[in-house]
């Protein structure tokens, strides 16, 4: 079976309702990102940035994927799909799909300030005083702003072997995630799906100017037909 690496962003989850970052008055649900999801956020104020993660938590417990989500999951039929998405939700992995990485982290998990290894599955609020076995504070298990993305190798193994390229709903500002389209092979067919593209076609790229609902069971139906 070929493979199939899907990039994915916020915009596939978008119909879901679960809102896109960079909206029109650059703030993210109404909050300045550097102060919710940095390094320097949480030092200023910590109740401030596990407050934001637990409405997002509390939020994402309460929608469910659609159909964008599910026509990746039907493509694996005679598809090798691997997705990496750079967002914190699971609704590809509640959808039904079976290889996803994630390299900005999960919002339904916690881990130490003390120790980043130390990860765990965690679908409540995250309070001041919840603390890991050493008696250290948890902090959502997600990269913030100028933090390393330690799954950013494993990302690029995954796109090198692409045989097909899917991008879904990421306006591809922010790096490394950006990046990722650079390693995969340069023959390797790309569709871009995006109601307001920020790119234009051309060579093996394909623009698809439609919201993932409608772009991405167009998009599966035509690739199950050629495989
Ligand atoms: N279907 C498909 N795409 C959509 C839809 C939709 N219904 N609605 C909006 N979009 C597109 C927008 O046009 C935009 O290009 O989704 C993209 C969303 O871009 P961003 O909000 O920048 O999201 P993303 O690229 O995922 O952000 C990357 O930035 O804030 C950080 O860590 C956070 O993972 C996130 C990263």
Redesign the pocket.
Known sequence: MKNVVVLT????S??SGIK???DADGL?EGYD?MEV?SPVGWENNMELVLDFYNQRRRQLLEVEPNEAHYALVKLQERYNVKIIT??IDDLHERAGSDNVTHL?GELLKARSTFDESLVMDWKKDINIGDFCEYNHQLRPHVVWFGEAVPMFQKAAEIAENAGIVIV???????YP?ASLIDFTPKESPIYF????P?ISAGGNLEIISK???EGVPELVTRLLNEA
Do not use: C, L, Y
């Not at 962003?9 to 596939?12: E, P, R, V, Y």
């Open positions: 962003g916020a915009g596939i978008a119909e896109t970052f960079r993210w990102v999801a750079q967002n900005h879904v709903g990421t306006s591809m500002q922010v995630a799906i995006d109601p307001n920020n919201k993932a609902v």
